[in-house]
């Protein structure tokens, strides 16, 4: 049975911790997660962290409607649908021969944009859900906390096909991600946050 993530309330303290498989440095991934959120502020989606470099990999969700994801000192900005406080499926995706980055919002995709080509994205870091991490696994900024819910949260150590997103993003699709399966990998929660059942395959 699939879980949701809960944040009720903006903290310092609280977030979910996910112990991801082991990896190489990576040269391509894709991300992808349902979220809603009713915070009109500046937050963090999905947080990587690895030594000497906080920003490892960052999904950063803007009240200007943006989505940046940052590679390390590098940001990519894409500008969203504004759909209020609804559980969106968002999917970005890298790949580091071409550079090659792309937003899918509900398995509609973003134009291509090109950034970091040759780079790759370290491993040995962190996974965290609810915060931005400005060092490995802490030093958290309440105003940069995630307030909502999160769920289906999967990584792929590769690029997916438009196709495959398409057919994740309508749910009931049973492809977890071989880094971060949201079927089976564990996670750890600290603070103020609530585990919840959905029983709906398309949440």
Same mark, same amino acid.
């Given at each position: ?94 790949? %580091?021969?071409? #550079? *090659? $980055? &792309? ?5 509609? /995709?973003? !134009? ?32 940069? %906390?995630?307030? #909502? *819910? $999160? &769920? ?5 150590? /590769?690029? !997916? ?43």
């Amino acid at each position: 049975m699939q879980k949701s993530v809960i944040f009720p309330t903006k903290t310092a303290t609280s977030f979910v911790k996910l112990n991801a498989a082991d990896f190489s440095d990576l040269t391509a991934f894709t991300v992808c997660l349902r979220a809603a959120s009713e915070e009109n502020r500046n937050y963090t989606l999905f947080s990587y962290a690895a030594s000497g470099s906080h920003n490892e990999l960052l999904i950063w969700q803007k009240t200007n409607a943006q989505l940046d994801l940052y590679l390390g000192s590098v940001i990519t900005g894409f500008s969203l649908p504004k759909m209020g406080a609804w559980l969106r499926h968002i999917c970005v995706s890298w790949e %580091s021969q071409n #550079g *090659e $980055i &792309t937003v899918w919002i509900n398995g509609r /995709r973003s !134009l291509t944009k090109v950034s970091s080509k040759g780079g790759v994205v370290k491993n040995g870091g962190q996974f965290i859900l609810g915060q931005e991490q400005d060092s490995v696994g802490g030093e958290f900024d309440i105003e940069q %906390s995630f307030v #909502g *819910e $999160i &769920t289906d949260v999967n990584m792929w150590d /590769r690029a !997916l096909k438009p196709y495959e997103v398409e057919l994740i993003s309508q749910g009931c699709y049973d492809i977890g991600g071989n880094l971060i399966d949201w079927g089976s990998t564990t996670f750890t929660s600290k603070g103020n946050v609530k585990i919840k059942d959905n029983n709906d395959c398309t949440l």
